[in-house]
């Protein structure tokens, strides 16, 4: 597959980045005990959605950044004993690798850590998505390499689950062909239900 970011932009291609800029920084100035505070709010909200029954696996990501940190759900679902996977991207897509807390990780690129590639691959049905910037329909901006639309398209059937803060919320996400909408986000703030 192609990256995204290599084709020729769009109108909307242009708008969002000048968003993800502005979100990015907006994001990045929050003040880390803030970000501390809100997470176990966060964390809180996800594990109450009505989405946990169907079980995994439930991918999610290791923050990066300034990023909402989703490990205390990880956590707490791997208590619940469901089988948890974190993203890596190989061969240009974003494949998930079987992953449990405290269980080893590597540098995947893009100032990423990953499971080892030794760990088996799994498709995920619930995934904890990480947000630049999003609105109430349930459109985010990402980093612009267009990963998880075409996972999200790939594996087809999801529950997918967009956390941030609500500083990152914009009024709304310009839209592209590829773009996929989340089922639920969640902030410090609320849980909106999208889809």
Not at 16 to 36: N, Q
Not at 63 to 74: C, G, V
Not at 84 to 96: K, N, T
Not at 179 to 190: A, P
Request: aromatic share 8%; glycine share 8%; proline share 10%.
């Amino acid at each position: 597959m192609t990256d995204l970011s290599a084709q020729p932009r769009s109108e909307a291609a242009l708008r969002k980045a000048a968003l993800r800029d502005a979100a990015l920084a907006r994001r990045d100035a929050l003040e880390i005990d803030d970000r501390l505070e809100w997470d176990p709010d966060i964390a809180r909200q996800v594990l109450e959605l009505p989405v946990w029954g169907q079980g995994g696996p439930v991918s999610a990501y290791w923050p990066m950044r300034s990023e909402a940190d989703p490990r205390p759900i990880l956590e707490e679902l791997n208590r619940r004993a469901l089988l948890l996977c974190l993203p890596a991207i190989v061969g240009g897509r974003m494949i998930f690798r079987q992953w449990a807390p405290y269980e080893p990780i590597v540098p995947g690129g893009f100032g990423t850590l990953v499971p080892p590639p030794q760990q088996p691959e799994v498709q995920p049905r619930i995934l904890l998505v990480p947000l630049a910037a999003f609105d109430r329909r349930g459109y985010r901006i990402g980093y612009g390499k267009g990963y998880y639309d075409r996972a999200l398209s790939d594996l087809g059937q999801t529950v997918s689950i967009g956390i941030g803060y609500a500083a990152q919320e914009i009024g709304t996400v310009p839209e592209e062909p590829h773009d996929k909408r989340l089922d639920w986000i969640v902030t410090e703030r609320e849980t909106i239900r999208c889809g």
